[in-house]
Every structure is written in C-alpha cells, then in structure tokens.
C-alpha cells in the first residue's frame, strides 16, 4: 500500500513537471492534442460581438486593456487579478489605471471557454483576440494574432506605474518607455497613439492643461468652449469626456487631424509634434487615407507579443481570469 502511494506521488510528481516551453504559434488552440480547443477563437469573437452590440464603448476599453496589460510584465494579463489577501495592490489598484474597463468581457469568454475545454485557453490569449475582435468590428481592420501565451502570477500597482506612460510625458519620455524599454519602434509609437481616437478619459487626466491658464499647445477656442465647459473647474464630479471630439466612436485617423490642430487632450498626444520623425508621420496619417489602418494591423500585433511567457514554471493557464490558481 505503502508503495502504491509513494509510486503515485511520483507520477503525480512527473506529471507536473514542466517538459517544454509552450510554442507561441498561429491557429494555436487549433493544433490537435492536448492544447486543442478549436472553437477557442470563435467563441471569444461571438463574446466579444455581443458586448459591443450593448456598448461601442467596451471596444476601447478592450484595446487600452491589452495595452495596459502588455506593457506591465508582458502579455500576461496580469492586469485583470483581482486585490487579494495576499496581493492587496495589484496592477488594477494603480492611478495610471484609471478608468480601465472591459474585463467582464474577458471573463464571460473565460467561463465559455472553461466549460467547453477546461485549462486549455489562456487568459492572456482571450485578451489578445478580444482586442484584435474589437479593431475587427469597429474599424473592419483585420489582423492575426498568434496564441499561446501564459497568464502570469505576478501583479503589482507599482509596476504599472513604471512600465505605463502618464499623459504629461513629453516625446523624449514617451521615446524612452515604447523604444529603449519595450523594444517597438517610433512609429508604433505614433501609430498606437492613434487609439486615442476613440474612447473616454476623466477630466482629471488633463484639467491640468485648462486651469488655471489654458496651456499654450492646447487650442484656445477648444479648451474654453469644449473642454472647459465638460470639465469645470472644481468640479464634484470627475467628469467624461470623449478623446476625439470630432468621429468619437470611430476608429478612424481623425486622432491625427486632432493633433495637427492641437485639439487633444494630452500633452502626450501633442508631443508627437515635437520631433521631424514623428510630425511626419502624424502628418501622414492625418493626410493619407488607409495609410493609418495598415500601419495599425502591423503594430497591434507587436503590441500583443510583448515579453510573452512561454516557460511554464513562470506562467500558468488560469482558471478564472480575476485570480491566481493556488491562491
Ligand atoms: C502614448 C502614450 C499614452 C498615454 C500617455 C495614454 C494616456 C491615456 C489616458 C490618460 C487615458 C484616459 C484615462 C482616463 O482618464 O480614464 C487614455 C485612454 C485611452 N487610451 Fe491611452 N495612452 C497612451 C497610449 C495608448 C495606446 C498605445 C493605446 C492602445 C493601443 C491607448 C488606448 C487608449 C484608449 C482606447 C483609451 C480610451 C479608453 C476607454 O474609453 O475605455 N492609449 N490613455
Ligand atoms: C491571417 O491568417 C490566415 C491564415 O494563415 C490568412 O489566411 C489571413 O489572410 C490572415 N489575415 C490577415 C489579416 O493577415
């Protein structure tokens, strides 16, 4: 008897030791064998539909999530853990992490997908197609995405406050954070930026430029007879405002027609003015249709493979979203 068991114990012992690292590959949870789960795709996607039907606005939410995600830690969906006992400022406590939304879509896909092939899907994939599905329906933009990413273990508030940018940095900082640190290119920079053209922010994510002096890279006129007036000073409320004022649910390039006329919220936004390489590139955008929209299918993509975890000692397949698994 007593062998039987030690005999188990090491079979259990083996059977969870990590052999190989995952291959990151396309059509993933296509392959047969134990990673198969081939509706996996499709069912995020009707997830995702239907979500977007209810409300445009989770297709922004969706997108700034994974980039919320991917620049802390990688894509490993570190941003949906929930503050726990053990871990009571994950990345969701952080203030950069202001109006962060759309995680309910990845559960609902999560608990989908659980029940049709337990353990197999990873969270961070869901995040991954989720975001592309959102470009995909709002924009009609198409783009592949690989699979097979880990969810990690690891989430901290104050990471995310390192690795996410603020929107008082200038070009030079923005520069530091998407080239030096993340290794993309200043053309994803720009070209990411251009989410900004759908979705909300607080005011308090820029009445710094309103009060108490309109602040010169800022639109008089827009500031006094938009801005202000949604964003009064002293307000009780933090109010919303829509990013780009003039096609706000559209994922289009209006974002860089915003910037060439100092119409955006951010200095952020407007520093992408302030080097030849990157007002060119926002002249660009703003002035050749599509020429945005292809660009986009090429940076999201690399956006989504940030720093992935394929060493399974360091990742997991979560079983809920919100949590850990030995929690
Ligand atoms: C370049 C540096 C960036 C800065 C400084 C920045 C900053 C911000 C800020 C402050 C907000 C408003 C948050 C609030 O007050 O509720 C926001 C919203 C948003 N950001 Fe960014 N962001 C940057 C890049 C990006 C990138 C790369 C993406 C995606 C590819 C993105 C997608 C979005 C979206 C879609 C929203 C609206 C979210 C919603 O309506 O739910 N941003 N961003
Ligand atoms: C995505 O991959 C599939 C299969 O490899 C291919 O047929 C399709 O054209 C790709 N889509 C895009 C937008 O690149």
């Known amino acids: 008897m007593k062998n039987k068991v030690l005999l188990f114990s090491f ?8 052999t190989n690292a995952r291959e990151v590959g396309l059509g993933y949870y296509k392959h047969k064998g134990t990673c198969s789960c081939s509706d996996a795709e499709s069912i995020v996607k009707s997830v995702v539909e239907e979500a977007l039907k209810k409300d445009r606005g989770v297709g922004a939410a969706l997108i700034r999530l994974l980039f919320h995600d991917c620049f802390v830690r990688g894509c490993d969906c570190s941003v949906l853990l929930d503050k726990s006992a053990r871990n009571p400022y994950p ?6 992490n202001i109006g962060l939304g759309g995680f309910e879509v990845i559960d609902e896909a999560k608990i989908l997908l659980e029940k049709r092939c337990p353990g197999v899907v990873s969270c961070a994939d869901i995040l991954a197609f989720a975001a592309r599905d959102a470009v995909e329906i709002l924009n009609g933009i198409g783009y592949n995405v690989t699979a097979g990413r880990l ?5 901290s508030a104050s990471e995310a406050d390192q690795n996410l940018p603020p929107p008082t940095f200038n070009r030079q900082q923005l520069e530091d954070l998407f080239v030096t640190k993340k290794g993309l290119t200043v053309e994803d920079l ?8 759908i979705g909300q922010s607080h005011c308090s994510s820029f009445t710094n430029r309103l009060y108490p002096n309109i602040d010169p890279t800022l639109d008089r006129d827009f ?6 007036m949604q964003c009064p000073q002293n307000a009780y409320v933090d109010g919303v405002v829509n990013l780009d004022h003039v096609t706000p649910d559209a994922l289009d390039s209006q974002y860089y027609k915003n910037v ?6 951010f200095s952020s936004d407007w520093s992408l003015l302030t080097s030849q390489e990157t007002r060119d590139l926002v002249v660009e955008y703003a002035t050749k249709p599509g020429d945005w929209e292809a660009d986009f299918a090429v940076s999201m993509p690399k956006l989504s493979n940030l720093n992935l975890i394929t060493n399974p000692a ?3 397949i979560r079983k809920c979203c919100r949590a850990v698994n030995n929690y």
């Open 223 to 228: 500031a006094n007879n938009n801005l202000r």
């Open 11 to 18: 079979f259990l012992l083996y059977a969870s030791i990590p």
């Open 260 to 265: 060439l006329d100092l119409n955006t919220l």
């Open 190 to 197: 720009v070209v990411l930026s251009g989410a900004h053209t």
């Open 314 to 316: 360091e990742g997991e």
């Open 151 to 155: 969810d990690g273990k690891v989430s």
């Open 91 to 96: 990345e969701k406590q952080a203030k950069i």
